[in-house]
Nanobody, 120 residues
Framework: QVQLVESGGGLVQPGGSLRLSCVAS????????VGWYRQAPGKQRELVAT???????NYADFVKGRFTISRDNAKNTVYLQMNTLKPKDTAVYYC??????????????WGQGTQVTVSS
């Protein structure tokens, strides 16, 4: 069973930066695709970025050029570097890790979330 723990959230001024971390338990983390999602009050959860097993990345248009996702499999950790933050980036950020077998998603895990607030 994989458990995910996010950290790094907090209060930051517009234009500032934060780095979120998602640490996973278990020894096969390298087999998982990992993503960051966010959910603002009154809104649906939305995808922010994903990183594949080989390091390929994908970003939502609204964070391209500002956010960078990366992973360190030796530390079972995925990071989300967030730069040039805007008030509309305010949300709870969640880490998700899933593993595929063929075309089926056989494992799907979520962290508890970390609050990011961008405000002056």
């Amino acid at each position: 069973q994989v458990q995910l723990v996010e950290s790094g959230g907090g209060l930051v001024q517009p234009g500032g930066s934060l780095r979120l971390s998602c640490v996973a338990s278990g020894s096969i983390f390298r087999l998982f695709v990992v993503g960051w999602y966010r959910q603002a009050p009154g809104k649906q959860r939305e995808l922010v970025a994903t990183i594949g097993r080989g390091g390929s990345t994908n970003y939502a248009d609204f964070v391209k050029g500002r956010f960078t996702i990366s992973r360190d499999n030796a530390k079972n950790t995925v990071y989300l570097q967030m730069n040039t933050l805007k008030p509309k980036d305010t949300a709870v950020y969640y880490c998700n890790a899933y593993r595929m077998s063929g075309t089926s998603r056989v494992e799907d895990h979520w962290g508890q979330g970390t609050q990011v607030t961008v405000s002056s």
